[in-house]
């Protein structure tokens, strides 16, 4: 049996992700990467500690343990939370990105090692139910998603998701 159909795809489309960050950090800058924009959501190294520790704490641990266990309950990733604990804003931002972009390039490499029947394997996710290891890449796009729509709003001149 085969990855899922459009794994390599998706996969190659999560792998775009890193780079996009660094891309609106090159438009963005240093000056704004740390003002958030007047709704409250993240600016943009919030943006990037929180896509390194998802990706490592989040999406990660969920791999290895629906790998490794049968039937696993994952715990819910609460990035709102981790974002004011750990005081994000003050952190690098070129670290935040250096961290999400070695985290995902590691759990691209463990997804594309998958055959047949693992990609069925599946436990049970916190505030979402039943996911099994097919449904990650997808998770992990849809996530990508938002975050990329937020950080293009960064990217405008008003900062604020609206053109000047």
């Given at each position: 049996?085969?990855?899922?159909?459009?794994?390599?795809?998706?996969?190659?489309?999560?792998?775009?992700?890193?780079?996009?960050?660094?891309?609106?950090?090159?438009?963005?800058?240093?000056?704004?990467?740390?003002?958030?924009?007047?709704?409250?959501?993240?600016?943009?190294?919030?943006?990037?500690?929180?896509?390194?520790?998802?990706?490592?704490?989040?999406?990660?641990?969920?791999?290895?343990?629906?790998?490794?266990?049968?039937?696993?309950?994952?715990?819910?990733?609460?990035?709102?939370?981790?974002?004011?604990?750990?005081?994000?804003?003050?952190?690098?931002l070129e670290e935040g990105i250096a961290a999400f972009a070695a985290a995902r390039r590691a759990n691209l490499a463990r997804l594309r090692t998958v055959a047949g029947p693992g990609w069925d394997r599946a436990g049970r996710q916190e505030a979402v139910g039943t996911v099994s290891l097919r449904d990650i890449p997808r998770l992990m796009r849809e996530h990508d998603d938002s975050h990329r729509a937020e950080i293009a709003a960064l990217e405008r001149p008003s900062g604020r998701g609206q053109p000047d």
């Amino acid at each position: 049996m085969s990855p899922p159909t459009g794994a390599d795809l998706l996969l190659g489309e999560l792998e775009a992700m890193p780079a996009r960050l660094e891309a609106a950090a090159r438009t963005v800058g240093q000056a704004r990467a740390r003002v958030r924009p007047a709704d409250g959501a993240f600016c943009l190294v919030e943006h990037a500690w929180h896509l390194a520790d998802l990706e490592r704490e989040g999406f990660g641990e969920r791999i290895r343990r629906l790998l490794a266990e049968d039937d696993p309950f994952l715990p819910d990733f609460d990035g709102a939370r981790l974002a004011a604990e750990r005081d994000y804003r003050t952190r690098s931002l070129e670290e935040g990105i250096a961290a999400f972009a070695a985290a995902r390039r590691a759990n691209l490499a463990r997804l594309r090692t998958v055959a047949g029947p693992g990609w069925d394997r599946a436990g049970r996710q916190e505030a979402v139910g039943t996911v099994s290891l097919r449904d990650i890449p997808r998770l992990m796009r849809e996530h990508d998603d938002s975050h990329r729509a937020e950080i293009a709003a960064l990217e405008r001149p008003s900062g604020r998701g609206q053109p000047d």
